[in-house]
């Protein structure tokens, strides 16, 4: 998978082109068609131009600055923080119900351990996640700009 990384305060990374994901034993049956992503049934994919954040971790950014850059908090999550961010941002856009938190939070935790991080580590985020993310919060409406 292609990942640009992009310089923003909001967004990090940037899809150059079009990703597509099966979830695993997905609790939800949806299709939806929004800007940069399409959900069918099981199938997510990701638009070129999609932009995410990465993982949000307490003093990613300092800690990254502190090593000079060769810390990367993502690097073991990239693929599961797009992941996890399109499902929050659908929840939060009320397009799937926020009772699939859990689900986004344990795919997360799985993904990041396939990818290659510690289990503990994983273990530390998905505690994070549990106790601190939150689907609650307002999303920006997606704004889209033609020249």
């Known amino acids: 998978m292609k990942i640009e990384i992009i310089s923003g305060k909001k967004w990090k990374y940037r ?5 597509t994901f099966i ?10 068609d929004i800007p ?3 959900v069918v049934e099981s199938i997510i994919q990701a638009k070129m131009g999609y932009a995410w954040d990465g993982s949000s971790i307490p003093w990613k950014r300092i800690i990254g600055f502190l090593s000079f850059g060769f810390w990367d908090a993502d690097k073991y999550c990239k ?3 797009l992941k996890h961010d399109i499902l929050y941002q659908l929840m939060k856009m009320g397009l799937i119900s926020k ?4 689900y986004a939070d344990k795919l997360y935790r799985i993904d990041c351990i396939k990818d290659g991080m510690p289990e503990w580590e994983a273990n530390a985020r998905f505690w994070a996640l549990q106790k601190f993310g939150s689907v609650d919060k307002k999303e920006k409406p997606i704004k889209i700009i033609e020249v």
């Not at 997905?26 to 299709?31: D, E, G, H, Y």
């Open 15 to 19: 899809l150059p082109e079009d990703e």
């Open 36 to 38: 940069y992503i399409t």
């Open 99 to 102: 009772s699939n938190k859990d």
């Open 23 to 32: 979830l695993p034993d997905v609790p939800f049956n949806v299709n939806i």
């Open 79 to 81: 693929i599961a923080s």
